[in-house]
C-alpha cells in the first residue's frame, strides 16, 4: 500500500483561497480522518488527491511520485485512488457483480480473472452471495459496501472516503463504521476519510487531519486531539470543549503547571516550557467538571438548563464571576438539577492550550 504526501497545498478559486499551505503526510496503511466544519475546505482537498482539481502552489506525491504541481497533473484514473462516494453512485441496471466489475471489463480484463477478482473483492466487504442482486433490492449499508468493492476491484494505491456514511441513519452508521474499521484492519488499505462527523472520525482514525478555513490546525491521534489540542478551535470544535481564560501562576514542571480559574487554583496538564503569559486560554471537558463537595471551594453559580439524555443529564451552568461563559457537565441519574437552582462547581484537570504559533 502506497503512503500519501501533501506538501504547502495551496488552491485558490478565483480570488478565494480555499486551502491554505496546506502539509499532511498520511503513511502506508495509515487511516486518516480529515475533519472540519462545512466549508473548511475538506472536499476541495479530497478533489485535489484525485487529481480533480489542479493545484495553485504545493504538491502532492503518491506512493514516492509528484502526481500533482503547478507544472503537471495525472489525469485522475492514472493514479491508482479509489473513491467512495456518500451517494454510493452505483449503475441500477446492473447487477451487484456487474456493478463491482465494471472498471475490469473497461480494461478488458480477461472473464475468469475478472470472476476471481469480483468474488474477492465481494468476500472483503461481506457480500459473498448477493453478486446476483440489483442495487435496488439493497440496503443503504449494502449499497454501501458494493461501492467500497467496487473501488477496490481497481486495486487501488489509496482510497478516499467522501462523507460515505452520511446518507445512513444513526443505527446503520455505527454498523457500517464498524465495517470500515474491520475492512481496514484486513487489508491494511491506506485511507483519506473525509468527515464532519467527530465521533466518526474518532473511532476509525490513526489519525486526524482538524481543518478550518482551508488551514489545517492539528494533525494527531484521536487522543492527542481530544486531551491536547493545538488551538482554541480544535479545542471547542471536539467534543465542545469549553476554552476558559487562565491565569498562570508558575512556568511548567513536568508537564503541569499551577494556574488559576475564575479565581480557584488549579493544575493544568501543559505542553513543555509553558511560562507565566498573558492571554491564557485553558480547555476543559465536560468530565473535568464536577458538583464540589460539601465545604469544598469551587464558583457559585445558576443551573441555565438540564437536558435529559437518558441515563445522565446534560447540565448547562453560568458562573457568577463569568456570566458569558456556559459550562457544561453530565450528571448520572438520579437528576438533583433543575434549570434555575444555584450550584457550586469546580474543575478537576484542564488543558493548558499553546500560544498562538507554539504548538
Ligand atoms: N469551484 C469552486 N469555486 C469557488 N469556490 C469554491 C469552489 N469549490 C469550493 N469552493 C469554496 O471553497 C470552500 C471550501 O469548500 P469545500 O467544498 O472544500 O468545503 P467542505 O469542507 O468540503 O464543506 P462541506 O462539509 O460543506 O462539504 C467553500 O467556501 C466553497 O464555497
Avoid at 77 to 84: D, K, M, Q
Avoid at 114 to 119: A, F, H, P, Y
Avoid at 281 to 302: L, N, T
Avoid at 344 to 354: E, Q, S, T, V, Y
Amino acid at each position: 500500500m502506497a503512503g500519501l504526501t501533501i506538501r504547502n497545498l495551496t488552491k485558490h478559486f478565483g480570488g478565494f483561497t480555499a486551502l491554505q499551505n496546506v502539509s499532511i503526510e498520511v503513511k502506508p496503511k495509515e487511516f486518516l480522518a480529515v475533519l472540519g466544519p462545512s466549508g473548511c475546505g475538506k472536499t476541495t482537498l479530497l478533489r485535489m488527491i484525485a487529481g480533480f482539481e489542479t493545484v495553485s502552489n504545493g504538491e502532492i506525491e503518491i506512493d514516492g511520485k509528484v502526481v500533482s504541481n503547478t507544472q503537471r497533473s495525472v489525469p485522475p484514473n492514472e493514479r491508482r485512488i479509489g473513491i467512495v462516494f456518500q451517494n454510493y453512485a452505483l449503475w441500477p441496471h446492473m447487477t451487484v457483480a456487474e456493478n463491482i466489475g465494471y472498471s475490469l471489463r473497461v480494461n478488458k480484463v480477461g472473464a475468469a480473472d475478472l470472476k476471481r477478482r469480483v468474488d474477492e473483492a465481494l468476500a472483503l466487504v461481506n457480500l459473498t452471495g448477493m453478486e446476483d442482486r440489483a442495487p435496488a433490492n439493497l440496503s443503504g449499508g449494502q449499497r454501501q459496501r458494493v461501492a467500497l468493492a467496487r473501488c477496490l476491484v481497481a486495486e487501488p494505491a489509496l482510497v478516499l472516503f467522501d462523507e460515505p456514511l452520511a446518507n445512513l441513519d444513526v443505527h446503520l452508521r455505527a454498523s457500517m463504521e464498524d465495517e470500515f474499521a474491520a475492512f481496514h484492519r484486513r487489508t491494511g488499505t491506506t485511507i483519506v476519510y473525509i468527515t464532519h462527523d467527530q465521533s466518526e472520525a474518532m473511532a476509525l482514525a490513526d489519525r486526524i487531519a482538524v481543518m478550518d478555513n482551508g488551514h489545517l490546525m492539528q494533525l494527531d491521534t484521536p487522543e492527542a486531539i481530544y486531551h491536547r489540542p493545538a488551538n482554541e478551535m480544535v479545542a471547542s470544535f471536539i467534543s465542545q470543549g469549553m476554552v476558559i481564560p487562565v491565569t498562570i501562576l508558575r512556568p511548567e514542571q513536568d508537564g503541569r503547571c499551577q494556574a488559576e480559574v475564575m479565581g480557584q487554583p488549579i493544575t493544568l496538564t501543559c505542553s513543555a516550557g509553558e511560562m507565566p503569559r498573558a492571554g491564557a486560554v485553558a480547555c476543559f471537558r465536560a468530565e473535568q467538571v464536577r458538583i464540589a463537595g460539601e465545604g469544598e471551594s469551587g464558583f457559585d453559580g445558576q443551573i441555565q438548563r438540564v437536558v435529559y439524555q437518558g441515563g445522565a443529564a446534560r447540565i448547562e451552568f453560568v458562573p457568577d464571576v463569568a456570566p458569558d461563559q456556559t459550562i457544561h457537565f453530565e450528571q448520572p441519574d438520579p437528576q438533583p438539577f433543575a434549570a434555575g437552582d444555584r450550584a457550586r462547581l469546580c474543575f478537576a484537570g484542564g488543558w493548558l492550550i499553546p500560544a498562538p504559533g507554539r504548538t
